[in-house]
């Protein structure tokens, strides 16, 4: 079995967690397809979005699959004038991870991170574990407590 630096830190602390694998031989590697191929309800699957403040600080926001992130709303939550997506080409450089299999655990660094708050209503989430084709299933106030993050209604 493959360990990604996600796996590896949650079994380094003990954390509980599930490993859903997907087959990637289409390419289709969006939230929406994911949450598909792994036969489980959109609501589940959150996406890992990697942000730049005009701070040029950087901030990780994970929201269901099938929701929009509210820019105005992170901004404020972040106290930042404005907020945009980290352009592709800077992921890797900041994060460590491709786009497609970019996990909130084991970036580079730890960045501010924010969870919206659906996940609250949720047993488990799951999220990317770090390599395209990969998933981890966890509670999502585990997760909350090892990125040391927050939750927060950041959608549209």
Avoid: W
């Amino acid at each position: 079995m493959i360990k990604t630096n996600a796996m590896r830190i949650l079994d380094k602390m003990k954390v509980e967690y599930e490993v859903i694998t997907y087959d990637v031989k289409d390419n289709k590697i969006d939230g929406i397809a994911v949450s598909k191929k792994i036969g489980r309800e959109e609501k589940y699957v959150y996406k890992t979005l990697v942000t730049k403040g005009i701070s040029k600080s950087i901030y990780i926001f994970l929201i269901p699959v099938t929701e929009e992130i509210d820019f105005k709303k992170v901004a404020k939550i972040t106290n930042e004038k404005t907020i945009e997506m980290l352009d592709l080409s800077e992921l890797q450089k900041y994060t460590g991870y491709i786009r497609g299999g970019c996990s909130p655990l084991g970036m580079k660094k730890q960045y501010k991170t924010f969870i919206h708050n659906s996940a609250l209503e949720l047993q488990t989430i799951i999220v990317s574990a770090g390599k395209i084709g990969f998933q981890i299933e966890i509670n999502p106030n585990l997760l909350v407590d090892i990125v040391e993050g927050s939750f927060n209604d950041l959608i549209k």
